[in-house]
T-cell receptor, first 117, second 110 residues
Framework: GAVVSQHPSWVICKSGTSVKIECRSLDFQATTMFWYRQFPKQSLMLMATSNEGSKATYEQGVEKDKFLINHASLTLSTLTVTSAHPEDSSFYIC?????????????FGPGTRLTVL | RKEVEQDPGPFNVPEGATVAFNCTYSNSASQSFFWYRQDCRKEPKLLMSVYSSGNEDGRFTAQLNRASQYISLLIRDSKLSDSATYLCVSSTGGGNKLTFGTGTQLKVEL
């Protein structure tokens, strides 16, 4: 398989601050990465598709100016939650599609738990 | 209507029991289907892909009925370690975004 890491694992911040979450594909290149959000007792909801070298594609209802995505290289995508508020507290997970024999599989990072006070 | 629907459960079953989960999807363009397992406060992990011909992996059997847009997962001889949330997932193709169901919670008890 392939490994995707996320950093940080968890973060607690004050309302109004910005938080950056990193997603890295460790042993493969990913031109596309996906960012999901999961609220308690709910399923994963796709927020946006991160595209290396071009703008991210956001799902309906997700504010692109609030959730800034940068896919700076073939192994790194970042999600910045700007001016975070308590309602942004959630579990944020990234994934990257596999290559070759793993083409039909997605590899998930371990997630980042964000708590906004 | 959600694109992928599941009964949220929880399903409480005794160890050794056989349990089945069902899922329906509404997007007829969906091509690939999966069952993922998610433990509390962890990321989802792929359990198995689902094929029209049905596939089996040890105690787990998955079935896909494209005509009815219905997917199932059967777990035989349940173990305590099977306790988790099982997510039904669809995709419109390899490398594309996944659409998750809300998950079905399974609790296997002694």
């Amino acid at each position: 398989g392939a490994v995707v890491s996320q950093h940080p694992s968890w973060v607690i911040c004050k309302s109004g601050t910005s938080v950056k979450i990193e997603c890295r594909s460790l042993d493969f290149q990913a031109t596309t990465m996906f960012w999901y959000r999961q609220f308690p007792k709910q399923s994963l909801m796709l927020m946006a598709t991160s595209n290396e070298g071009s703008k991210a594609t956001y799902e309906q209802g997700v504010e692109k100016d609030k959730f800034l995505i940068n896919h700076a290289s073939l192994t790194l995508s970042t999600l910045t939650v700007t001016s975070a508020h308590p309602e942004d507290s959630s579990f944020y997970i990234c994934s990257a599609p596999g290559l070759g024999v793993f083409y039909n599989e997605q590899f998930f990072g371990p997630g980042t738990r964000l708590t906004v006070l | 209507r959600k694109e992928v629907e599941q009964d949220p459960g929880p399903f409480n079953v005794p160890e050794g029991a056989t349990v089945a989960f069902n899922c329906t999807y509404s997007n007829s363009a969906s091509q690939s289907f999966f069952w993922y397992r998610q433990d509390c406060r962890k990321e989802p992990k792929l359990l198995m892909s689902v094929y029209s011909s049905g596939n089996e992996d040890g105690r787990f059997t998955a079935q896909l009925n494209r005509a009815s847009q219905y997917i199932s997962l059967l777990i035989r001889d349940s173990k305590l370690s099977d306790s988790a949330t099982y997510l039904c997932v669809s995709s419109t193709g390899g490398g594309n975004k996944l659409t998750f169901g809300t998950g079905t919670q399974l609790k296997v008890e002694l």
